[in-house]
């Protein structure tokens, strides 16, 4: 197998050859077929206080879908040619694709059974792979943490890789969805999405009475604004980290009742939920896809902000087509 390596702080991801993975009891071997590029993946590349989070040298890549080629003992209801998707959390034994044991930026890789979601018919590949986070995190924010219900009147705050899902997964369940976005392009999309209304700035909403306010930004200010803007009673979630500090208005907090939380991941049932809405045709992320050989490119490319949604890796010429795994072998 091949794969592209991590092994420390502002070294460049390097290919390298590996034997391949042997099935351990409880595992799978997976081939990959498609695997998401993240910027937590820039950050350990630019920050030295993500290092403890790994152990290297280790292949990168924690978005990761795949066809099962090797069942190991003690897995049920998981069978060789089995196409999953793969959630990077609450593994039993503790490691993580990506960071504690080789990630799907390699041509191959591994998983148990209690991280494996089977990906349905009408699901391609490199969606699965942007399931796997993007589409974890933010369903999870939003629904879990955000506990949102049919009919609420829910504020949404950036809409990049992980707002648009979030935002057109609380349209599917029956939410108002009102926006918060700068940039011209990004408003006309989250329109696009069915968002009720789109305004720069959050407090624009603050007579609206949201319910729920989900920050995929994570700004500072913009965690600020939504605390002061959502209503009495209301939550604000916090799941974007673009600044790690944020000053909160704690007289608007206490007097409003206001409960902040942060999000963080999801499992494996906030990946089956969105492969279930991506499988309907309702939820199609923006997803650009790049071949393996460009994964290095990529992550540059993540880096210097030029990349719209989510960027994906594909390892097959028909992972990146609109086409149900199992039409071609």
């Not at 494996?116 to 993007?134: F, N």
């Not at 991506?278 to 210097?304: C, D, H, S, Y």
């Not at 994906?312 to 071609?328: H, M, N, S």
Request: charged share 25%; with cysteine.
């Amino acid at each position: 197998m091949k794969g592209w390596e991590f092994t420390g702080t502002n070294i460049p991801l390097k290919i390298v050859e590996k034997p391949d993975p042997v099935a351990k009891p409880g595992y799978v071997v997976i081939k990959s077929l498609a695997g998401g590029l993240c910027h937590s993946d820039v950050s350990a590349l630019e920050h030295e206080s993500w290092m403890p989070m790994f152990k290297v040298p280790v292949i990168m890549g924690h978005e990761c879908c795949g066809r099962i080629v090797e069942v190991g003992e003690g897995v049920e209801g998981y069978k060789v040619g089995d196409i999953v998707a793969v959630c990077p959390m609450n593994a039993k034994d503790g490691t993580t694709p990506g960071y504690t044991r080789d990630g799907c930026y390699g041509t191959m890789t591994t998983a148990p059974v209690e991280q494996l979601v089977k990906v349905p018919e009408g699901v391609t590949p490199a969606q699965a792979a942007a399931s796997t986070d993007a589409g974890m995190t933010s369903r999870h924010a939003i629904v879990v943490n955000g506990g949102i219900k049919p009919g609420m009147k829910v504020g949404v705050i950036g809409i990049g890789g992980l707002g648009q899902i979030g935002m057109r997964v609380a349209v599917l369940k029956g939410c108002d969805v009102y926006v918060a976005t700068r940039k011209p392009e990004a408003q006309e999309l989250a329109r696009s999405l069915g968002a009720k209304d789109v305004k720069a700035n959050i407090k624009e909403f603050a007579d609206v009475g949201l319910d729920v306010i989900v920050d995929y930004a994570g700004g500072g200010v913009t965690t600020a604004d939504a605390v002061e803007t959502v209503k009495y009673g209301g939550r604000v979630v916090i799941v974007g980290m673009a600044k790690d500090f944020a000053e909160i208005n704690t007289m608007a907090m206490i007097t409003k009742h206001v409960t902040l939380v942060g999000s963080i991941g999801g499992d494996v049932d906030d990946i089956a939920d969105c492969l279930a809405l991506m499988a309907t045709g309702q939820l199609k992320p923006n997803i650009e896809t790049i071949r393996f050989e460009q994964i290095g490119e990529g992550i540059e490319r993540l880096a210097r902000g030029e990349v719209k949604g989510r960027l994906v890796a594909v390892y097959d010429d028909w992972c990146a087509e609109k086409k149900p795994p199992g039409l071609r072998k």
